[in-house]
């Protein structure tokens, strides 16, 4: 016998869930159909991804002839290409999905069809849309001076190509050997050298010798 699914996403605010509820209560005693099984689930930060979290468990145990009833779309995912792609896999699988307060029914027949490719065109659209917003955001910051990319002096000390050749620097600078040959020394350019001797604090360690060098 087809099941009715009912996919409420709990939050902290009793009045949201109340109101999911009800409005899909509503749709059940007007379309006259029992709702099987109500899951609720609670969605954290670290668990927004949909393969994460309950709801993609209901929806593989999902068979042909069964309808998911959610409040709205937003509620499977907020991301809408995520709500394409479910509803896709559900009328593929010859599964309904209804949107209680968008008042929006998926069903295998052609109008569902045709609405769910206008999902996939809306989909496909904020697609490109975030992708040009962030091209548009990281070409002002450049273009404001800001430098992109991972902050100087992340990272493990211990992965840097000159990790362990601190007293090799220093000894090849007391030397008064340049910059740009100890570069070369170590296979390095000397942007990098000199970013890993600010790391390392190797300038004030190479003054404190000089210092003791010339008072000895």
């Given at each position: 016998?087809?099941?009715?699914?009912?996919?409420?996403?709990?939050?902290?605010?009793?009045?949201?869930?109340?109101?999911?509820?009800?409005?899909?209560?509503?749709?059940?005693?007007?379309?006259?159909?029992?709702?099987?099984?109500?899951?609720?689930?609670?969605?954290?930060?670290?668990?927004?991804?949909?393969?994460?979290?309950?709801?993609?468990?209901?929806?593989?145990?999902?068979?042909?002839g069964?309808?998911?009833v959610?409040?709205?779309?937003?509620?499977?995912?907020?991301?809408?290409?995520?709500?394409?792609?479910?509803?896709?896999?559900?009328?593929?699988?010859?599964?309904?999905v209804?949107?209680?307060?968008?008042?929006?029914?998926f069903?295998?027949?052609?109008?569902?069809?045709?609405?769910a490719?206008?999902?996939?065109?809306?989909?496909?659209?904020?697609?490109?849309?975030?992708?040009?917003?962030?091209?548009?955001?990281?070409?002002?910051?450049?273009?404001?001076?800001?430098?992109l990319?991972?902050p100087?002096?992340?990272?493990?000390?211990?992965?840097?190509?000159?990790?362990g050749?601190?007293?090799?620097i220093?000894?090849?600078?007391?030397?008064?050997?340049?910059?740009?040959?100890?570069?070369?020394?170590?296979?390095?350019?000397?942007e990098?050298?000199?970013?890993?001797?600010?790391?390392?604090?190797?300038?004030?360690?190479?003054?404190?010798?000089?210092?003791?060098?010339?008072?000895?």
């Open positions: 016998m087809p099941r009715v699914i009912a996919y409420v996403r709990v939050s902290t605010n009793k009045q949201d869930v109340e109101n999911q509820l009800s409005g899909i209560r509503i749709f059940a005693e007007r379309e006259r159909i029992e709702i099987t099984e109500t899951v609720g689930e609670t969605i954290s930060g670290y668990k927004s991804a949909l393969t994460e979290r309950k709801l993609s468990e209901v929806l593989k145990g999902l068979e042909r069964d309808m998911l959610v409040s709205e779309t937003s509620r499977i995912s907020r991301r809408l290409l995520d709500v394409q792609n479910t509803i896709h896999d559900l009328l593929d699988r010859g599964i309904g209804v949107a209680v307060k968008e008042n929006i029914v069903k295998d027949d052609i109008n569902s069809k045709v609405l490719f206008a999902f996939g065109l809306s989909a496909e659209i904020e697609r490109n849309l975030i992708s040009a917003r962030t091209r548009e955001a990281l070409a002002r910051k450049k273009a404001e001076g800001m430098i990319g991972r100087v002096g992340s990272g493990k000390v211990e992965n840097l190509k000159l990790y050749k601190d007293e090799q220093l000894e090849l600078q007391l030397k008064r050997v340049s910059k740009s040959a100890i570069a070369r020394m170590f296979d390095v350019n000397r990098t050298l000199n970013r890993y001797i600010k790391r390392q604090n190797l300038d004030r360690e190479l003054l404190w010798r000089r210092h003791n060098k010339t008072t000895n």
